[in-house]
């Protein structure tokens, strides 16, 4: 289904012009969903600060019916921070600051299709993206969120100590990188190809604590994710393994996450510190395009 129309009545794009940011939460423990902003218009301090706190506050917020032009998502995303460009995703025409997150009906493998944390292989990490549907699957293609806030502060006091005095590697080379290049399958090769590349650029490797605060909210965060973690520091992957399977099926469990079903007009912004995500690869046979930009972080301590 392609979402090229503005889709909103009048009355409704004049709705949310008129009236306030304003947070709802959309589950027990993670996400808000975001009233009273038509986000194709330059966004008033007030709303930036509702935004900004919510994100905060919940984790990822989301946006309906919304009908914003690329030169609008990049103006929204820029009051965040400065934009990340990525290096390792197909950007869209014209737009470098615009990673396309697409897969096609003959496609097999989705983008982002497991528990991770974007760019955590990075020394200062994303702070977010910003993501918008573009064209959806009639059925399925929902994305996982889940709070590593909350799955830090379940943790028992002993393995709350344990793990503070730990740092993880992370790292790109495996997931983006020549050597994970050379051990996929011609198939795989041409299922990806156009979509994600410049493999040579994946030399990041860096080394955050195990438990970070967030640099704005100052609340305490797992902060390893399947995706990017290799091991603890110190620690052989052999060592690791054990540790990390325990404390990511702790994250996993279904209460600390929420399930975003995407519509006509749909966005989510994500804090990348706070929260791990999983696009759900359930719509083989159909055409899935997302678009995401990414806004810098800071320094995590
Ligand atoms: C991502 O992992 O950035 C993609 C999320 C999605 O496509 O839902």
Redesign the pocket.
Same mark, same amino acid.
């Given at each position: 289904m392609a979402l090229n129309a503005d889709l909103r009545s009048p009355e409704s794009a004049a709705h949310l012009r008129n009236s306030a940011a304003e947070a709802h939460a959309f589950s027990p423990n993670v996400g808000a969903e975001i009233s009273g902003v038509d986000l194709s218009q330059p966004l008033s301090d007030r709303d930036y600060r509702t935004i900004r706190q919510a994100l905060l506050d919940y984790g990822v917020i989301f946006f309906r019916d919304q009908n914003i032009t690329p030169e609008q998502h990049i103006a929204f995303a820029e009051r965040f921070g400065p934009i990340n460009i990525n290096r390792f995703f197909t950007h869209i025409e014209g737009y470098p600051q615009i990673a396309e997150?697409r897969k096609e009906p003959e496609q097999k493998i989705?983008? /982002? /299709?497991g528990w @991770?944390t974007?760019h955590s292989y990075d020394q200062i990490p994303a702070l977010g993206?910003v993501?918008v549907a573009r064209e959806l699957p009639e059925q399925g /293609?929902?994305?996982l969120f889940a709070n590593m806030a909350l799955a830090y502060e379940t943790l028992s006091p002993g393995l709350k100590r344990t793990l503070e005095g730990l740092n993880a590697v992370h790292s790109s080379r495996h997931v983006f990188g020549a050597a994970a290049a050379a051990k996929v399958t011609a198939e795989t090769a041409n299922d990806l190809k156009n979509r994600l590349g410049n493999s040579d650029a994946a030399t990041q490797d860096s080394l955050h604590p195990v438990v970070i605060r967030h640099p704005e909210s100052g609340k305490k965060i797992l902060y390893v994710n399947p995706g990017f973690t290799l091991k603890f520091e110190g620690w052989t992957a052999d060592e690791s393994r054990p540790l990390l399977k325990f404390l990511y099926n702790h994250a996993m469990r279904p209460e600390f996450s929420c399930r975003?079903q995407?519509r006509e007009g749909s966005i &989510?912004f994500w804090d990348n510190r706070s929260t791990w @995500?999983? &696009?759900?690869n359930d719509y083989h046979g159909s055409r $899935?395009l997302?678009h $995401?930009i990414t806004i810098e972080g800071m320094p995590l301590v």
């Open positions: 997150v989705n983008i /982002g /299709g @991770h974007d993206s993501l /293609g929902d994305t975003f995407w &989510a @995500h999983y &696009a759900l $899935r997302m $995401r």
